[in-house]
C-alpha cells in the first residue's frame, strides 16, 4: 500500500484526530474509557471489521455470537478468575444467589467460545473447527490509566477460536500467522518483527511444561514454514511474555517514541481444553483432548484504529476514509452533473458527498482538513465533455480524467484495499 512519506512518523496524537474530525468523543456521563464512535469514525471501525471478516472467512472460519456476560464459575474453571479478578469488573448481584452464580461482564472471549465447542460432541474427522466473533470484553481499567482508544474499559477483539488435533496445531499456526501478516500489510502497518512469547520460572502458568514445550515447538514449525526473513522479520524468543496458559507469537509494531505494541497474535493453549474436558472422537472411538489455539489478525478495534491513525497522520488510505471523493462542483449550472457523479458512485459502494455551499476554495479548504481521501471539481467545461477534476490528496495525483474512468479506478481499488491505479498523465 502507498502511504504519504510523512506518515511514518507523525508527531500527532490519535486523540487529536478524535477531536478534530469528528471520530470519536468521550463524556463524563459515558464514564472514561467507554468511547462514543461517531459517524466518521465508525466507518474506520466498520471497514476493518469487514476485513477482519473476510480474512476468516477466507480461512475457513465460521462465525458465533456469545454474551458479554456469563457466571462467575466460568472464569474460575478457566482461570481468568484467578489470574485477573483484580482486573475485571465487580460480580453482579441478583438477588440472593451463590457468589458463583453471580454474573461477570467478561475479561476474555475464549471461555463461551469452549463452551460454543462444547456444546456437542466431534469427531476427529470434523477438525479444525475455527469460530471467529467480533467480541467485546471488558477491563476495569483505572481512571487515571483511560486513555482514547488505547485503554479503555471495553475492547472489541477480531477473535478466533481454533479447535484442533495435536498433529494439526502447527499447519493451524501456521495458517494463522500468514493471515495475521497478510492484515498488516493491507492495513499498512509495518511489523518490527515477531515475539516469541515464553514462560519463564515464575508461579502464574498453569499446565504441564511437557505440553508447553510441545507447543513451543509447534510454533517454531509455524515460523519456518512461513519464512519469516522473506517478510524481512525475526523471531525474538521473550520468556516471561506468554499468557497463563500457552506460548505465544505476537506481531510487535514500535512506535515513533520506541513505544512496543503487539498488534495480532498466535497463541496455543492446552489449559482450557483441560478444564472443560474439551474432547473428540479419536479414530477408535475413544475421547482426545482437543488443542485450541486463539488467533488475532486485524487486532482490538480501538488500538488498531489508533495506531492507524497515528501511522497516516489522520489521512487514511482510500478504503478507509470516511469520505473518499468530496465533489465540489464550481457553479450551480454544474450541480446536476455533479450530482449524477456522486450518484454514480455511491452505486458502486463507495463514499462520496456533494458539497456546495461556500466558494469553491472554502469548501477545497475544508476537505482538506478533513481529510477527505480525494476532491473532484466540475466545472462547466468538465460538465459539458464528460471529465473531472481529480486531486486524490492521499496519493499526490492530480489531473482531469474522465468521469466513468474515475468511477471505474475508485471502485476497483476500494474492492482490493489498495491504491488507486492513475494514469501517468502527459504535460
Not at 506518515?7 to 456521563?29: Q, V, Y
Amino acid at each position: 500500500m502507498n502511504s504519504p512519506e510523512n506518515a511514518a512518523n507523525s508527531p500527532h496524537d490519535h486523540r487529536d484526530f478524535g477531536r478534530e474530525l469528528d471520530l470519536f468523543a468521550g463524556d463524563p456521563l459515558v464514564g472514561p474509557g467507554l468511547p462514543l464512535w461517531l459517524p466518521a469514525g465508525s466507518v474506520i471501525r466498520d471497514e476493518l471489521e469487514r476485513l477482519a471478516r473476510d480474512i476468516a472467512r477466507a480461512d475457513g472460519c465460521v462465525g458465533v455470537h456469545t454474551p458479554v456476560l456469563a457466571k462467575r464459575a466460568l472464569f474460575e474453571k478457566s482461570g481468568h478468575w484467578a489470574k485477573f479478578a483484580d482486573d475485571m469488573f465487580p460480580p453482579m448481584q441478583l438477588g440472593d444467589e451463590a457468589p458463583e452464580d453471580q454474573l461477570v461482564l467478561r475479561p476474555a472471549n475464549c471461555p463461551h467460545h469452549a463452551m460454543s465447542y462444547a456444546s456437542r460432541q466431534h469427531s476427529y474427522r470434523e477438525l479444525p473447527l475455527r469460530f471467529n466473533e467480533l467480541a467485546p470484553m471488558f477491563r476495569a481499567e483505572r481512571s487515571g490509566v483511560v486513555s482514547g482508544l488505547t485503554r479503555v474499559r471495553q475492547i472489541n477483539l477480531d477473535d478466533t477460536h481454533v479447535f484442533c488435533r495435536p498433529d494439526q496445531v502447527a499447519d493451524e499456526s501456521e495458517r494463522a500467522l500468514r493471515s495475521a501478516l497478510h492484515a498488516q500489510q493491507v492495513l499498512g502497518m509495518p511489523v518490527d518483527y515477531v515475539r516469541l512469547s515464553l514462560r519463564d520460572d515464575g508461579p502464574g502458568y498453569l499446565g504441564d511444561p511437557v505440553l508447553w514445550a510441545e507447543a513451543t515447538s509447534a510454533l517454531r514449525q509455524a515460523c519456518a514454514a512461513v519464512d519469516l526473513a522473506s517478510y524481512g522479520l525475526e523471531v525474538v524468543e521473550a520468556e516471561g511474555e506468554a499468557a497463563f496458559y500457552g506460548p505465544k507469537l505476537d506481531l510487535q509494531v514500535l512506535d515513533g517514541n520506541g513505544h512496543e505494541e503487539s498488534m495480532a497474535t498466535v497463541q496455543l493453549d492446552f489449559v482450557q481444553p483441560q478444564r472443560f474436558d474439551l474432547t473428540y472422537d479419536g479414530p477408535d472411538g475413544a475421547k482426545q483432548q482437543v488443542v485450541m489455539i486463539h488467533r488475532g489478525t486485524v487486532g482490538a478495534m480501538e488500538r488498531v484504529t489508533a495506531a492507524l491513525l497515528e501511522r497516516y497522520d489522520g489521512r487514511m488510505p482510500l478504503w478507509l476514509s470516511p469520505i473518499q471523493v468530496c465533489v465540489l462542483p464550481v457553479s450551480e449550472a454544474a450541480d446536476g452533473v455533479a450530482r449524477d457523479f456522486v450518484d454514480a458512485l455511491v452505486a458502486l459502494g463507495l463514499r462520496a458527498q456533494l458539497e456546495v455551499d461556500g466558494s469553491l476554495g472554502a469548501r477545497i479548504r475544508t476537505s482538506r482538513a478533513r481529510r477527505d481521501y480525494a476532491f473532484a471539481v466540475l466545472g462547466e467545461s468538465e460538465a459539458a465533455d464528460g471529465s473531472v477534476q481529480v486531486n486524490d490528496v492521499f496519493a499526490g495525483f492530480r489531473g482531469s480524467l474522465p468521469r466513468e474512468a474515475v468511477v471505474a479506478i475508485l471502485a476497483e481499488a476500494y474492492a482490493d484495499r489498495s491504491a488507486p491505479a492513475w494514469p501517468e498523465l502527459v504535460e
